[in-house]
């Protein structure tokens, strides 16, 4: 077995023709490739050399042991550095292990031929891409605490030919997503109220009121992430509250449009407050329906109820450029613009809440994002004529086209968000 500086090397079977100069480690220790013929995850030492305790425990792992002494190794062994040396090998066969790390240099590996440039994640830092020399790369993180969970092997053109995953970003993203739940119940309860508010000035047959009451009660929903809420995870029920007529047979004449947008036709277009009541009595029994119903089973957080809620922040905005910027759910009201400033709003409290994760993976990225939605707000006020709203399809061409560029540019910062935070962590091989 061969030894560097007194330690031995975790592998046996050494081919000394094979060993070569890797380059410099950030400690200014020289880093070598060294091949083997066995890979030692654990030495294996004869029985009569152990105690009665630790025999048991050679016996239990040796079959696992044997497997793993059958596989060939290569190691990285850093020598004369300032740091403690180090020597560490992984098995060439099995999932590979991609990344070796040290203290002076928080991440070494070697990457198969044709790979000319790595990604490396981080949990806690932006990830970094490092050119590939000699099948050998070396990155040094920002900060030596940080540990790197994942890389990416890519080629000459920048196509990503294999990746080990690692980064589990699960964890840190619970707490934002019960405070999402917490949120929502919040917004529910307003949207209830708001809607009781609306049956009031029905009932007492004031039309102005009943519109005005309307959009409160609207905007409070949007403000929840979606115009069926949520990103959709409220299902059939989400569109029953507030979907449009869109693929319905009959159209808006069909028994199942329902909800918001009905009410936007009884009160704007009808002007029935007749039907108005009618509908409105149908939204607060389809919101007891959805209240009732524990939130955690709409808003799970589990790995894919997690992965679906950070798809969140772009999926608001591009449901606002498809459903609201074209004027297709507006049912008379004219206040698609208004909608628009709610879906902001949503957008804005999930940054918020996501900003602990994402500022370490993309330090500039919430700061820009809030930037690009304060554009947004500022093109759809220079629509509004003496304080009243104007309907996307009333808009000036300038004016429409202002608002569609900076929904675009959010949507364009926003976009990275889920790529940033899926939770991978199974340490599998991807190719």
């Known amino acids: 077995m061969l030894r560097i500086l007194g330690s031995p090397l975790p592998a046996s079977g050494i081919v000394p023709s094979g060993i070569r100069l890797l380059g410099e480690a950030g400690d200014r220790g020289l880093l070598y490739a060294i091949p083997a013929q066995h890979f030692l995850p654990y030495r294996i030492a004869p029985l009569r050399c152990l105690s009665t305790s630790e025999r048991q425990i050679e016996r239990d792992l040796l079959p696992t042991l044997r497997r793993d002494y059958a596989q060939p190794a290569v190691c990285i062994a850093e020598v004369g550095g300032e740091a403690t040396p180090v020597e560490t090998c992984a098995g060439l066969s099995g999932t590979p292990d991609a990344m070796l790390g040290t203290a002076a240099t928080p991440l070494l590996g070697l990457a198969p031929n044709g790979v000319t440039s790595v990604t490396a994640q981080f949990l806690t830092a932006p990830a970094r891409t490092v050119r590939v020399r000699h099948n050998f790369y070396e990155i040094v993180s920002p900060s030596l605490a940080t540990t790197p969970c994942g890389v990416e092997w890519l080629d000459a053109s920048g196509s990503v030919v294999g990746s080990v995953a690692g980064c589990d970003y699960f964890q840190a993203e619970v707490t934002p997503m019960r405070s999402y739940q917490k949120y929502v119940t919040q917004q529910l309860s307003t949207v209830r109220a708001d809607v009781g508010t609306l049956v009031g000035a029905?009932?007492?047959?004031?039309?102005?009121?009943?519109?005005?009451?309307?959009?409160?009660?609207?905007?409070?929903?949007?403000?929840?992430?979606?115009?069926?809420?949520?990103?959709?995870?409220?299902?059939?029920?989400?569109?029953?509250?507030?979907?449009?007529?869109?693929?319905?047979?009959?159209?808006?004449?069909?028994?199942?449009?329902?909800?918001?947008?009905?009410?936007?036709?009884?009160?704007?277009?009808?002007?029935?407050?007749?039907?108005?009541?009618?509908?409105?009595?149908?939204?607060?029994?389809?919101?007891?329906?959805?209240?009732?119903?524990?939130?955690?089973?709409?808003?799970?957080?589990?790995?894919?109820?997690?992965?679906?809620?950070?798809?969140?922040?772009?999926?608001?905005?591009?449901?606002?450029?498809?459903?609201?910027?074209?004027?297709?759910?507006?049912?008379?009201?004219?206040?698609?613009?208004?909608?628009?400033?709610?879906?902001?709003?949503?957008?804005?409290?999930?940054?918020?809440?996501?900003?602990?994760?994402?500022?370490?993976?993309?330090?500039?990225?919430?700061?820009?994002?809030?930037?690009?939605?304060?554009?947004?707000?500022?093109?759809?006020?220079?629509?509004?004529?003496?304080?009243?709203?104007?309907?996307?399809?009333?808009?000036?061409?300038?004016?429409?086209?202002?608002?569609?560029?900076?929904?675009?540019?959010?949507?364009?910062?926003?976009?990275?968000?889920?790529?940033?935070?899926?939770?991978?962590?199974n340490g599998a091989l991807v190719t």
Do not use: M
């Open 202 to 425: 029905i009932s007492a047959g004031n039309l102005a009121e009943a519109e005005s009451d309307w959009l409160t009660a609207h905007l409070a929903w949007l403000d929840i992430g979606q115009d069926d809420g949520a990103y959709g995870c409220f299902g059939e029920l989400g569109a029953e509250i507030d979907g449009t007529a869109a693929g319905l047979v009959g159209g808006t004449a069909s028994p199942q449009f329902t909800g918001f947008h009905k009410i936007e036709l009884d009160l704007w277009t009808d002007g029935s407050l007749a039907a108005a009541a009618a509908d409105t009595a149908t939204l607060q029994q389809l919101l007891e329906t959805l209240v009732a119903i524990p939130l955690g089973t709409e808003l799970p957080v589990t790995q894919a109820g997690v992965a679906n809620w950070v798809l969140r922040p772009h999926e608001i905005l591009e449901d606002a450029l498809r459903d609201t910027l074209t004027g297709d759910d507006d049912y008379g009201s004219g206040t698609g613009l208004a909608s628009i400033t709610a879906d902001v709003a949503a957008v804005r409290e999930l940054l918020g809440l996501l900003a602990p994760v994402l500022d370490p993976l993309a330090p500039s990225l919430v700061v820009r994002a809030n930037g690009q939605l304060s554009a947004v707000l500022a093109a759809v006020d220079q629509t509004e004529i003496n304080g009243t709203w104007v309907a996307v399809s009333d808009l000036p061409a300038l004016a429409r086209e202002r608002v569609d560029a900076a929904v675009g540019a959010a949507l364009e910062t926003l976009a990275p968000i889920p790529d940033l935070l899926t939770s991978t962590g």
